[in-house]
């Protein structure tokens, strides 16, 4: 069976960060420190699979985070139009993994069931928990249930041969990576797994947990996945837009299954 392609599609930055914004107890808290934000896409000869949706302008400007183009923007140089999508992991329901669902109105979603119930659960009443969430976003996630676009998951799944899903939990209760195969071997889409190379790589806590427990098993976790740990792709680093070359199809857009094209570590 012919391996997958697997592109990195850069829609957005945030530049006005720090390592505090990162990283529980670093010691060089105020060290500016960027973060880029993606979504990604599986490509085997006419199947499609789009990883996460990003968020769109309105999401952006509630929330003082613009962006540099929408998804469906951003995805147009790989001939993708929004409403032939048939099938999208959600990573998880947070709103800038999420917040573009309702630009794909065709697309069955693979989510874990922890993370619909997390998101319309209990533990929305609190501020803190609800603060990356959208209301918005998952209702759309719930009308898509109800319309039968919905696939839910309990843990490791493999949606399509070469793609699988790892629940890993850790940053939010249902978070979820995924493994592709690819030419280079087997390739980890951490999303929030690893919002940066030395979240694994240095078993640093990202700030944004619900189970420090749970994210640090995570880090183990999506090194195993890998082939090697050059193969795990962070979600939020941009350092992978320098680890791995351009597309042809455009500066935004990075292809990531014949490996980096340099060493990070």
Same mark, same amino acid.
């Given at each position: 069976m012919e391996d997958w392609q697997v592109y990195a599609v850069r829609y957005a930055e945030r530049n006005e960060r720090t390592r505090a914004d990162s990283f529980l107890f670093?010691?060089? =808290?105020?060290?500016?420190?960027?973060?880029?934000?993606?979504?990604?896409? *599986?490509r085997r000869g006419g199947e499609t699979i789009l990883v996460d949706t990003g968020y769109d302008r309105a999401e952006g400007a509630t929330r003082g985070r613009p962006i540099l183009m929408e998804p469906a923007e951003a995805l147009a140089p790989l001939g993708i139009t929004p409403d032939r999508i048939s099938s999208i992991i959600v990573t998880h329901l947070h709103y800038d993994h999420a917040g573009g669902l309702h630009l794909f109105p065709n697309a069955t979603l693979h989510l874990q069931a922890a993370e619909m119930a997390y998101a319309t659960g209990p533990c929305m009443c609190h501020d803190a928990l609800r603060h990356p969430y959208t209301g918005e976003h998952i209702c759309e996630a719930v009308r898509r249930l109800h319309r039968g676009q919905v696939i839910f998951h309990d843990g490791d799944a493999e949606i399509a041969e070469g793609v699988s899903l790892h629940r890993i939990g850790?940053?939010?209760r249902g978070l979820q990576a995924v493994r592709v195969r690819c030419a280079a071997g087997w390739l980890c889409l951490a999303s929030d797994a690893a919002h940066f190379y030395e979240n694994? *790589?240095?078993?640093? *806590?990202?700030?944004?947990?619900?189970?420090?427990? =749970?994210? *640090?098993?995570?880090?183990?976790?999506?090194q195993r996945l890998a082939t090697s740990p050059q193969l795990v792709v962070p979600g939020h680093d941009p350092l992978v837009r320098h680890a791995f070359p351009q597309a042809? =199809?455009?500066d935004h857009i990075f292809r990531l299954d014949n490996g980096p094209a340099k060493r990070l570590f």
């Open positions: 670093d010691a060089s =808290h105020d060290t500016p420190h960027p973060m880029d934000y993606y979504v990604w896409v *599986l850790g940053h939010s694994f *790589l240095e078993n640093r *806590l990202f700030p944004i947990v619900v189970d420090a427990e =749970h994210m *640090l098993q995570g880090f183990s976790t999506i042809d =199809h455009a």
